[in-house]
């Protein structure tokens, strides 16, 4: 087995170093799964996810190069799509503190897989004061940038290659989540993890041909951290916050919903 190991950043502490908190009595479940690349991981057939109390872990077997050559030089595997959570334990937050890429590269003439990259945003959805339910329905979003990597690698370059890979690195810093009190997930809450995953070949000489056999897998992470509840801090959270986000009305005569998004505000961290 051929082992890449990364580190990124030059801090002196990593994430995983810090003094946390253990996880929570449960890990939340999951609601929903939709994806945006549905040939690349489709949910139920080529796309699993398993939420650990230490570990978000992702198995993605299709997703695929399809390299052939013809003067291409570089072939990209993505997969995008967004996973949502509910039951989340009270008085607890979450942060992503690494992530750890697995799979099998098989690839000829050269061919190099030289970059793999982790998106992963929290989307933190939350349904305004509507007295009676009555339409409209309006909804703003709260998002932070839970880790964002791009990982540097070395696997194949030389002739023939066929073999596993590992390549783990820390994230630059820890982003928590807002604190949870319980409710999320469901009615005026939507908790929601938005990945965007991808890894990428060159090819020199443009005949050689690169395959991820057996796809790829990710493990992310977790770190936990007890907190205080606070619903005013909790529904101003965010690096970036959107107000009536979607607004759901209704037309009289046939109920049909319509939607659109309103004002946009930025919060203290770094815009997304």
Known sequence: MKITDLIAGLSLLAPSALALDAPPPEVPRILGIVSDTPSQCAPGQSLSVDVQPDVLRLGLPAMRFDTTGHGRTDEVATCQFTLELTSWWYKYRFAVQDVTYRGHLQASDGVQLY???ANTVFRYENRKVNPGREP????????????DDQAPTTIGGEGEFD????????????????????????GDVRTKLAFLLTATTSDKTGEGSGALTGGLSLDFGLAWEECVPDRLVKNAWGQTRIDDWSVCTYNDSSLAPASGSSAFRRGTGALL
Do not use: A, K, Y
């Not at 073999?163 to 783990?168: A, L």
């Not at 820890?174 to 409710?183: A, N, Q, R, V």
């Open 115 to 117: 970059q793999l990259t």
């Open 163 to 186: 073999d596993d890979f590992e390549v783990s690195r820390n994230g630059s810093h820890l982003e928590w989540s807002t604190c949870m009190d319980g409710g999320e997930g469901g």
């Open 136 to 147: 409209p329905d309006v909804w703003n979003v709260s998002m932070s940038t839970m880790i």
